[in-house]
């Protein structure tokens, strides 16, 4: 039986996106690249944390002398699963070059620390790790969105930085941090003049749940929200090539993943820049999904699964895609969604989900919610309590309206604090009438198992509805896929035993990586290797050319 602690720890998960398990991480240019640029840099100036920093040492204002890749990093992400999938492809190039990846933060040479700027209290997290960094003296290096957004912070000045399009430069920028410089790499990456998706894909990275490959189909949006600075940050639209995509998939597949997610700001909108759409990528995917394993669609916004409903539908009903779908709705009243600029009404919105309801049986459809928006009067916030009611969503995720700088948002008037406070309980106690699981006792699902518990007692597993079924934590079960009876639920899952002749296979056609182990190794092999052959060869064949003209002459 599930632990109260266990469903609590559920009810604090901001977003779908985030539960992943026990070892979470704390839940070309305009024309081309130039890959030889070398980075302008600059000493780091002396910088005061806070006024309570005591002054420094002469030992400690001494610059420490690392060898190329021999120092450990430790890297900490907030926000999205695109964040996490930046963060993932850091760490693995850092890895590939030698440097020692840690979750030790105290033992760690340098922090490197990837930013959320969705709300305010991710943005205070990060603000408060920099300073604790530098208190104790490490070498502190900024990415993600933050720093994207508005490099110019106060609380950033004299720090490296690293754009949410630059990740490929991770191992230049902690290597000129490291001998005490400051860098700041914030370039679009553009091919003949068209912004793309950013890093290539084939790069090396170290996944934080080796079972599960998080893959960036785009970046950016389309998409105004008066509200949103992610905008700001990640910019317009750019899409990978659904061969790019489709490649890491499979790379994936061969080092023993069994479950993709793809992600992005808005995966609707993908393919809208590059003549290509969601459907068309994902039938090309389905193709190279081994059976048994899954793949999760990211969040998508109203305005442009609407264009493609029906191939949507037909996709979700796919054995191999979770029947799954994340759609924010953020508010129930159209006079709301006019002045959030969402390009969607309520209809919309409703059009979606029942349309989906419909032709995909059982499938599951969650929302987000943005409590106290300016403009929302307390009609509007009973159209929007009227929604929620309508449809009971099994997860719904309710957040205050946070006023973030340099939005239109943040200039209009604040409804008063109280009000917002009273909103948002409403909210919640509603959600908590109902248990969208009570009914599901004795009922048999096959489940396959990415992820432990937050509270470390169970592993996860998740049937065709991407629904969370706790199962007992045997070491066997980890990466597998199998049949359960639920014996228990509670708001937020459900508990499976597992049945007597159900037969326990790996869907993945090979062993997982280790915990911490580099993706992408033998690739990145491949390339040195022939980097070192093809010069040699080349000066071996001048060699033989020139010893035989002597011969002859």
């Not at 001494?62 to 930046?86: I, P």
Request: proline letters at 6%; one cysteine or more.
């Amino acid at each position: 039986m599930p632990s109260g602690d266990f469903c609590e720890l559920l009810a604090d998960v901001e977003d779908i996106e985030d539960i992943i398990g026990l070892n979470d991480v704390a839940p070309k240019n305009r024309y081309k690249n130039k890959p030889l640029m070398i980075p302008k840099v600059r000493k780091l100036k002396n910088r005061s944390v806070s006024k309570e920093t005591p002054a420094p040492t002469p030992a400690d204002t001494e610059n420490t002398n690392f060898l190329q890749g021999s120092a450990s990093v430790y890297v900490k992400t907030w926000g999205c699963a695109h964040n996490s999938s930046d963060s993932e492809y850091m760490a693995g190039q850092l890895a590939a070059q030698g440097y020692n990846i840690t979750q030790e933060k105290d033992s760690a040479d340098l922090w490197l620390l990837n930013s959320c700027t969705v709300k305010n209290p991710a943005e205070e997290h990060f603000k408060n790790e920099i300073n604790k960094g530098l208190q104790n003296n490490k070498k502190v290096v900024v990415a993600g969105c933050v720093p994207q957004g508005k490099q110019t912070s106060e609380y950033l000045k004299g720090l490296s930085m690293i754009g949410v399009q630059q990740i490929d430069r991770v191992v230049e920028v902690v290597e000129e941090t490291l001998k005490g410089n400051s860098v700041k790499m914030f370039n679009t990456k553009r091919e003949e003049g068209k912004k793309i998706g950013g890093a290539k894909l084939d790069l090396p990275k170290i996944r934080r749940n080796p079972l599960v490959e998080i893959i960036a189909i785009n970046t950016g949006c389309l998409n105004q929200c008066t509200y949103c600075k992610t905008k700001h940050a990640r910019g317009e639209l750019g899409s990978y090539p659904p061969e790019e995509i489709v490649a890491r998939a499979v790379q994936s597949f061969q080092e023993g993943v069994c479950e993709i997610w793809l992600t992005s700001e808005d995966t609707g909108a993908y393919g809208r820049d590059i003549g290509s759409s969601l459907p068309e990528l994902l039938w090309q995917l389905v193709e190279v999904i081994p059976e048994g394993c899954r793949l999760r669609l990211g969040m998508t916004n109203p305005p442009y699964i609407l264009d493609h409903l029906s191939e949507m539908a037909k996709i979700l009903n796919h054995d191999r895609v979770y029947t799954f779908l994340h759609v924010p709705v953020q508010a129930g009243s159209d006079a709301v969604l006019a002045d959030m600029k969402r390009e969607y009404s309520v209809a919309d919105f409703e059009k979606v989900i029942d349309f989906l309801r419909e032709r995909v049986d059982g499938i599951t459809i969650i929302t987000d919610i943005i409590a106290g928006f300016p403009t929302e009067t307390e009609e509007d916030f009973q159209e929007t309590m009227d929604l929620v009611k309508k449809y009971k969503f099994p997860s719904l995720f309710i957040n205050q309206f946070f006023p973030r700088p340099g939005t239109p948002a943040a200039k209009m008037k604040r409804i008063p604090t109280q009000d917002v406070k009273k909103r948002t309980k409403e909210l919640t106690e509603f959600f908590h009438t109902y248990k969208p699981y009570e009914n599901r006792l004795g009922k048999i699902y096959t489940v396959l198992v990415t992820e432990t518990s937050h509270d470390g007692n169970y592993y996860v597993g998740h049937n065709e509805f991407y629904e969370q079924i706790l199962v007992p934590k045997r070491p066997e079960l980890m990466g597998k896929m199998f049949k359960v009876r639920i014996v228990d639920s509670c708001k937020f899952s459900m508990t499976g035993e597992l049945l007597e002749d159900t037969s326990v296979v790996r869907p993945a056609p090979a062993e997982p990586l280790q915990m911490g182990q580099l993706s992408g190794a033998q690739l990145v092999e491949t390339k040195t290797n022939n980097q070192i052959f093809l010069p040699s060869f080349a000066v071996l064949l001048l060699a033989a050319l020139v010893r035989l003209m002597y011969l002859i002459w």
